[in-house]
Structures are given as C-alpha cells and as structure tokens.
C-alpha cells in the first residue's frame, strides 16, 4: 500500500540543524526518521545508558560514543532521555554532528531537558511532536478503497501499527495491543501502572466522560474510597499528559470539560472491555463486529472532526445543549456546527430534526456527513460524503 507521506514530518526533519521529536509510543517517529534521513547514523539508547548501533550489532558507552558522534555528518538518537546526563552537557558545549536528531517517546518527561531554566537543551534544538497519523496525511494517500469501506478502515488506521491490516485483525489484535501500549507508555513515562489507569480508561470508553461519573466508576470497582472527583483527577491529568485522554472543553459552561481517548484502538478494545469483557472472553468476530456497530459512527464522527479542525485551523468544543455531534471555534465563536448520521439509510424526518437543531446556531456553517450523499432525501444543509471528505483534504494539501 505504500508509504503514507506526513508533509510537516518530512519538511521539519529535512531541515538542517538539531531536531527534537517527541510523543507517545507506536507513533511512527523512528521509522519516519530513518526513512527521510537515510544518511544518518542511527543509535538508540538502552535502559541503562548504553548507545546501541542496531547496523553494526555493537554497544558503546558514552564516551566512545561522543567520539563517533564528532565523526559523523548526521545522527539519530533514540530514546535520548535515558542517556546519562553528561551527553546533555557534551551537546551544550557543542560535541556531537550540527546535524543531530533527538527522539524520545515520551509526552512529558522530556520537557525536564527542555523547559524551565536548569533544562540543559533549551533553546538548542527545534522541536516537534508525533502524533497519531492525522486524518489529512490518511485521505492524502491512495487506498483500493472508496466510500464508506475507505473511512471506516482510515478511522482505525490512525494508529499507524495497525496500517494495512482487516478490521477483524485490528481489533481483536487490539486486544493484546492496546493494553500493552498502555503499559508501555506509563512505563516509559516513569509512572507505576495501577489498576485504576485501567479502570478509568474504561469508564472513558463507556461513556463516563465527566470527572464526576468516571469517580463514581471507581468508586462503585472498590478503586478509590469515595466518589470524591479529587480520587481521579491526578490520574486522569496523567493519562492527558501522557497522550491516552484528550480534554473537550463544553461550551457555555465555564471550567468543565469531558473527556475521552485519543487513540480509536484503545477505545474500541475498552469499550468492548466494558461492555462484554473483550479482555478477559474469547469473543468471536461475529460477536464483535455487530458489538461495534454502535462505535464505528461515534469513531467516524471524531476522524472527520479532526479533519475539519485541522484543516480549517479551529478548536472542538462538546455542546450539550441541544447535543451537537461536531462544534468548532474560532476564539469565542462557534464558526462550524455538523451532524454525523454514519448509516446507511435517513429518513426525512431525521434530516428535518437535524435542519432544526442546526438552525440554532445562525452564523454557523451547517453540514451534514453521511457515507454517500445519494442515501438522504433534499435538505438544506451542506452535505459531506466520504468523496467529498477525500476531495478536501486533498484540495487542503494542494493549498
């Protein structure tokens, strides 16, 4: 299927100088680099300390390491952080390649070298985060795909580990993945994995999307000793931290906010968790895929509000009131309202309860997704189907 080209990654490791890149595990930011940087030497460096050449089979320590650094054009390091602090002082007083790329997979322990006025790097590196794969760079690549199949596989090919594979194969691998990508990300980000990450994790995918309701899921699992909200907010500020949760900020209410997971693999394999024990069961395919038609319109919904955020340069909000499926920002205004009906037949009723509720926000640009616009009766809303979403990322791109 190739290789899916993500353009601020290529233009910002093409550039010249010391790079930075940072974020969670599984995120495609070593194979990236090595791809677009072939020339480079490339290290990782192992618990412990040790700089591993993974070409030549061979370990060195610091020292002979530097020495080697200084004799070549461009070089990669791997999960910098756990190198010994002298490599820091070594590239502060200018040892090592101009030409030199750092990455570590970690969210936020990385910014101790970074930020703040000790950190030995600041100010001497550029630096980027990697993300999932985004859903421009995903419908920017050619698929043998089209439609509502195309959006669907797109939807969990975000995680690009999960890239080419069925839907059968995603998700019930993702049993196994998900939970040990947790784990390693807690583990490299120094935090201690209890049982009440993964509880509140599920909580998340069920539907618990308030501090107050994912305190009381605790709670109600023996987790915590009351459903008291300051139980779970260091743990859930954590798992923001760490790139598992995102915060949602609701509209018109100040300081509230929801949460839910940033990855569509971790939601789908707790979601299943909660509601069938997908862990713990051997569920069949056939059982699963009816189980996930209640999640693949609610996944859709959040790969096209990323598309449009991304591509229209605005924040997501959640409004509850009416219940809006998308709503984007511009400062204090809302600038987008849409409508997700992931299905494959609407009736005109529907679309007219749906007119009505959009109606409400005048000065808005109104649209309504669906998987192919030949499927709905007239309506006065802008329509957006899978063709038209793959025509405006590719349009964005061009642009």
């Keep these: 299927m190739g290789i899916i080209r993500r353009p601020r990654l290529d233009r910002f490791l093409s550039s010249p100088g010391r790079r930075l890149l940072y974020g969670r595990r599984k995120t495609g930011k070593t ?3 090595r791809l677009v940087l072939k020339d480079y030497q490339y290290f990782i460096v192992r618990r412990g300390g040790v700089f591993y050449d993974p070409l030549g089979d061979q370990e060195f320590d610091l020292g002979v390491f530097l020495r080697i650094c200084e004799s070549l054009d461009g ?54 985060r990697v993300g999932l794969l985004s859903p421009l ?48 990300v807690l583990w490299e980000e120094d935090t201690a994995y ?29 987790l915590i000793a009351s459903a008291s909200t300051s139980h779970v907010t260091k743990y859930v500020d954590q798992l923001i931290r760490m790139g598992l949760l995102e915060r949602i900020e609701v509209w018109g209410k100040r300081r509230r906010s929801i949460y839910r997971h940033v990855s569509p693999l971790t939601m789908t394999a707790y ?77 005109k009723s529907e679309i007219r309860r749906t007119e009505a509720k959009l109606a409400r926000f005048e000065d808005a640009e109104k649209i309504l997704v669906v998987p192919d616009q030949t499927i709905i009766p007239e309506t006065s809303l802008e329509v957006w189907d899978a063709a038209r979403l793959v025509q405006h990322a590719r349009k964005t791109l061009e642009s």
């Design 31 to 33: 194979f990236y680099a």
């Design 194 to 222: 209890t049982s009440r990450f993964d509880a509140i994790l599920e909580a998340v995918a069920a539907g618990k999307d308030r501090l107050a309701e994912i305190a009381s899921y605790l709670y109600s699992r023996g």
């Design 137 to 184: 760079e995903l419908l920017n690549h050619d698929w043998p795909w089209r439609g509502r199949e195309l959006i669907e596989r797109l939807v969990f090919y975000q995680e690009p580990v999960m890239v080419g594979r069925s839907l059968e194969d995603i998700v019930l691998s993702g049993r196994e993945i998900a939970r040990s990508l947790v784990g390693e």
């Design 271 to 347: 979601y299943l968790d909660a509601k069938y024990g997908f862990f713990d069961l051997p569920l069949t395919w056939g059982f699963v895929e009816k189980a996930l038609a209640n999640l693949v319109p609610l996944l859709v919904e959040r790969f096209v509000e990323r598309l449009l955020a991304e591509t229209m340069g605005l924040k997501p909000v959640r409004i509850l009131e009416p219940e809006i499926d998308i709503a984007l920002v511009e400062y204090r205004r809302i600038k987008l309202v849409a409508e997700v009906k992931w299905k494959k037949h609407i009736s």
């Design 75 to 128: 070089v990669i390091v791997d999960e910098f952080h756990r190198a010994p602090s002298r490599l820091f002082d070594a590239v502060q007083a200018g040892v090592c390649a101009g030409n030199l790329v750092f990455i570590t997979s970690t969210l936020h322990y990385h910014k101790r070298f970074t930020e703040g006025p000790e950190a030995p790097l600041k100010g001497l590196f550029s630096i980027m």
